[in-house]
């Protein structure tokens, strides 16, 4: 058995740099599931393809080019040769995302892939369903949530280190609006596995996250 930590929780939660801290801490590999459904999104748009396409959507899915590089401890995202690890985080191309990620045929098409993720000697994968859906046998699942105004705060400091303009009101709302549609969706809503670890960020430092999962994945035998 391959040993899997999930990390599951909402957007902007700090799910993807306290997995990526985690993956890199135990040597583990790590999957992004948020970037395929992000890069999916942007190569739709770039090829013009309507997001209620559901056929074509899949077909994008199967096919998708994409590539996780490693590079000086970082992973770059490469759509067909092109870098997009930045492009893929701007907050238009998460909600291109957060539409595409409600078609449950494109899941079904990408389920494969994520899974194929599970290799010696462990993995860490971060996402809206990884707990609940993906990897339902992993023997550990964290649910990492914050307040909205603190998830809001830390997208917004991110957001302009990158250059990219953004106000902390208009990322309020957004993360609000994204919320809703995440926990409400017909298709693998976003809620803690019932055997998760639910962890509240917002008063925490990155650094106490993850000692926090390291310390629950020694108690469980898993390093």
Not at 37 to 47: D, E, S, W
């Amino acid at each position: 058995m391959i040993p899997i930590i999930a990390i599951d929780g909402p957007v902007s939660s700090g799910k993807g740099t306290v997995a990526r801290r985690v993956a890199s801490a135990l040597g583990w590999h790590l999957l992004d599931s948020g970037a395929l459904y992000r890069v999916l999104g942007l190569y739709a748009q770039r090829l013009g393809v309507a997001l209620d396409n559901k056929l074509a959507l899949v077909d994008l899915a199967e096919n998708l080019p994409v590539r996780f590089v490693e590079q000086g401890g970082d992973t770059r995202v490469v759509l067909e040769e092109t870098d997009v690890s930045e492009a893929i985080r701007q907050e238009s191309v998460g909600e291109l995302a957060s539409q595409v990620a409600v078609l449950q045929p494109v899941r079904d098409a990408l389920f494969a892939r994520q899974r194929a993720f599970a290799q010696p000697p462990g993995l860490v994968a971060d996402g809206r369903d990884m707990g609940t859906v993906v990897f339902r046998d992993a023997p550990l699942k964290i649910y990492l949530t914050a307040s909205a105004e603190e998830r809001a705060r830390r997208r917004y400091n991110q957001l302009k280190e990158k250059g990219f303009d953004a106000t902390l009101a208009a990322l309020v709302e957004d993360i609000r609006t994204r919320d809703e549609r995440d926990m409400n969706r017909s298709v693998a809503p976003l809620k803690p596995a019932e055997d998760a670890l639910e962890l509240d960020s917002t008063d925490l430092t990155v650094d106490q996250v993850v000692a926090r999962i390291l310390d629950e994945a020694a108690a469980r035998s898993l390093i």
